[in-house]
């Protein structure tokens, strides 16, 4: 154990057949709808199971663990903050932890600031598992500005390496069964897979240690919404440490043809939009003009000289548009591998997401979500068409 304090080892005696898990950092206003909904779903879906709803909680200073604890349901439930180090990840293993303990055949996790969760979102994560799946990621819709790290990195480097094409690899809501849940437990994790590194952690482990995964159909995500150049950037860096620190794990594992396998959609898409994201672009473009300046200096001695010489020329005016953007990442990938220091060069690649988000921004202005998502395909067939390089220099 690690994550769970043990207080609450000693006042759980009970088996249960699901555990809803929701972390927390300061999210008093929607925590009680996301533990109502989830309440509803189980009594409208599974009546015969038995459920315990927990809350991890970093810390929090505004009462979140009280307003779970008050919202209206009639399941058994727990809250506590957990112990180590504080993030969301640390929250996740708590949760797998007490998973175990009751012996639950199923954990749904579900983020504490979800305001579009309906009941049968409990029944598209939770079906999947019972019928033998050991990862059920969500699948949703989503405005083309949300979801950044997402759509420009984690799903294109999940499927071109992996070749299993899983939209939202780091989408916050997750099903897991006991195999998974085991084996993720066994595992040693690293540092920023206790952080925001816990999505793309589980998800790349699910791909390469087990069988099936399923993505579950939810219609629209709606949650509390984050301009990508003011609130992701501990965020990104977390994440990109740790896709960097698994592609050395599961390098045997990219897949030796190019591949792509689609993954299973359980059930249908209903239609939906979603509201429309602000991105203040000329805040991300002064951000990425002065972490270039900033980071310059220490690009030298970790990328390549040709690398080094293009940004320094063009640094008034680049402009990040497919090619770079994936030359780009493939190159920090090697750097990261190389150096083996993931964090840092995840942090020194800040800049460019910024800059690359700046670019898809500026191109994408007054076009629709599904247009929009043409160009993350038009993307990924980048990726694809280097991919031969990276592992060439790998
Ligand atoms: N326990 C805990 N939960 C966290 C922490 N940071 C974020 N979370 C929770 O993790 C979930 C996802 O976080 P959020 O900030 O919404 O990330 P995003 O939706 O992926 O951009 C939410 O339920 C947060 O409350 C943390 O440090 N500790
Ligand atoms: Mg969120």
Redesign the pocket.
Known sequence: MNNLPETILNNIAKRFDMVIG??????RDT?GFVSETASKGIHEYFPDSSCLLVN????SGDL?TEAFLTSKTDFERVAFT?EGI???G??IHAILELSELVNAKVTVF?????RSIKPWWIQRFVEPILSGADYVTPFYVRDKYDGTITNHICYPMTTVLYGLKIRQP?G?DFAIGPGLRKRLLQKRWYRNAY??GV?IWMTTTAINETPEIVQAALGVKI??V?DPGK??SA?FSEVMATLFRLMEDYHKNWKEDSGIEECKIYGTMPDVHPEPITVDIDNLEHKFVEGLHKVLEEMDHYLPEDIVNYITEHKEDIDIDDELWVDLIYTFALTAHKTKEYERVAKLMLPFYFGRIAHFVKNTRGISNEEAERMIDEQLKTFLDKREDLIDRW
Do not use: C, E, V, W
């Not at 929701?22 to 999210?27: D, M, Q, V």
């Not at 991890?56 to 810390?59: E, M, V």
């Open positions: 929701i972390p927390s950092y300061n999210n925590i991890a909680d970093g810390g979140t957990y504080p993030g969301k640390s929250a579900l983020d504490s600031d979800l780091i916050g952080r925001f999505d949650h509390d984050k609130q992701l965020m």
